[in-house]
């Protein structure tokens, strides 16, 4: 996929992540590993402020099973950088989001990924149905195109 096909408009909601001095790599900019705990960040942060994750005392938590992410122009500490977030499929217990980095205020994304959360009992490690806080949290970021 190109840059050009991760658009700002083809995500729901957008968290603004600070890059830090340790973020850069010897070559001068964001390693690549960075990026998966920028999405992961969004997403949580999203479920807790939106949904009401409880992510210490909860009976249901999200464990990512499966991420990916391409990488279409560097980052660097001390760009300001905004995670796009969407649902790309809604499950009973999964959800797969489609998140990329942008520049603060740029309409072409930086890098795109994808990640999937299974929910799960934190003490059986069971997957459960998403619960309904959380299901209409996520149901907000559905994409409405494919």
């Known amino acids: 996929m190109s840059h050009a096909e991760h658009l700002r408009a ?4 957008f968290q603004p992540i600070t890059t830090r001095w340790h973020d850069n790599d010897i070559y001068g900019h964001v390693n690549n590993v960075v990026y998966y705990s920028y999405f992961d960040s969004a997403v949580n942060t999203y479920l807790i402020e939106h949904g009401g994750l409880d992510i210490h005392h909860g009976s249901v938590v999200g464990f990512v099973v499966s991420s ?3 990488y279409f122009a560097p980052v660097a500490f001390p760009e300001r950088i ?3 977030l969407s ?3 809604l499950g ?3 959800v797969h ?3 990329a ?3 603060h205020g740029q309409a072409q994304a930086c890098a795109a990924g994808q990640f999937v959360h299974v929910f799960v009992d934190r003490a059986s490690n069971r997957p459960v149905s998403i619960p309904p806080a959380l299901r209409e949290a996520l149901s907000r970021l559905q994409r409405t195109t494919p």
């Open 10 to 13: 083809d995500y729901a909601h």
């Open 87 to 89: 649902v790309a499929k």
């Open 101 to 103: 980095i942008f520049k």
């Open 68 to 70: 990916a992410c391409d």
């Open 97 to 99: 989001y489609a998140l």
């Open 92 to 94: 009973n217990s999964s």
């Open 82 to 84: 905004e995670v796009g």
